[in-house]
């Protein structure tokens, strides 16, 4: 899969940038497995009816039929245009949902031994509303979902991640 958005509207683009991750660069340690610590984002150029953002990280390359997602992020208010690093709090009333490890919280990428380079897309959706109305139980597959018809704007850094064979 070239890219895990291809199948949604396409919507303008905005502005993202990260002291932690480059465009086409491989993570920092800090993103990799064992630090687990999310990447610093900042953005700019969202569309002006921004009501709020949500924030995901996504892994189209993992060995599991449907990728792997990393972290998810809902509700951030439309002031809000960066994170830091390793961010704990969000503010209100955003919320982290369960990545696929079930953890509410950023998993650094870990990649099986010896299969090669893996893409990591780190994504801050621009949304035509202020709550998405998703529980903060529920997978980032269904805030997926239920924001397609949401976004007005994407703003994406594609890292990557390898272990090589032992």
């Not at 509303?129 to 269904?142: F, K, L, N, R, S």
């Given at each position: 899969?070239?890219?895990?958005?291809?199948?949604?509207?396409?919507?303008?683009?905005?502005?993202?940038?990260?002291?932690?991750?480059?465009?086409?660069?491989?993570?920092?340690?800090?993103?990799?497995?064992?630090?687990?610590?999310?990447?610093?984002?900042?953005?700019?150029?969202?569309?002006?009816?921004t009501k709020s953002y949500a924030v995901t990280v996504y892994d189209p390359d993992a060995p599991t039929g449907s990728g792997f997602w990393h972290w998810a992020v809902a509700n951030?208010?439309?002031?809000?245009?960066?994170?830091?690093?390793?961010?704990?709090?969000?503010?209100?009333?955003?919320?982290?949902?369960?990545?696929?490890?079930?953890?509410?919280?950023?998993?650094?990428?870990?990649?099986?031994?010896?299969?090669?380079?893996?893409?990591?897309?780190?994504?801050?959706?621009?949304?035509?509303?202020?709550?998405?109305?998703?529980?903060?139980?529920?997978?980032?597959?269904?805030?997926?979902?239920?924001?397609?018809?949401?976004?007005?704007?994407?703003?994406?850094?594609?890292?990557?991640?390898?272990?090589?064979?032992?």
């Amino acid at each position: 899969m070239n890219n895990p958005f291809a199948r949604l509207p396409e919507v303008p683009a905005f502005t993202l940038t990260s002291t932690s991750v480059k465009d086409g660069e491989p993570l920092a340690p800090a993103q990799l497995s064992g630090q687990d610590k999310s990447p610093q984002l900042s953005w700019s150029g969202a569309p002006e009816a921004t009501k709020s953002y949500a924030v995901t990280v996504y892994d189209p390359d993992a060995p599991t039929g449907s990728g792997f997602w990393h972290w998810a992020v809902a509700n951030l208010p439309a002031a809000v245009t960066s994170l830091d690093e390793g961010v704990q709090e969000l503010p209100a009333p955003a919320y982290q949902l369960p990545n696929d490890a079930r953890l509410a919280q950023f998993v650094g990428a870990a990649p099986p031994a010896g299969h090669g380079a893996h893409r990591y897309f780190i994504t801050v959706h621009a949304l035509d509303v202020e709550d998405i109305g998703v529980p903060a139980d529920a997978t980032p597959a269904i805030l997926g979902f239920t924001m397609a018809g949401h976004i007005l704007g994407r703003a994406t850094i594609v890292a990557t991640a390898e272990n090589p064979a032992a």
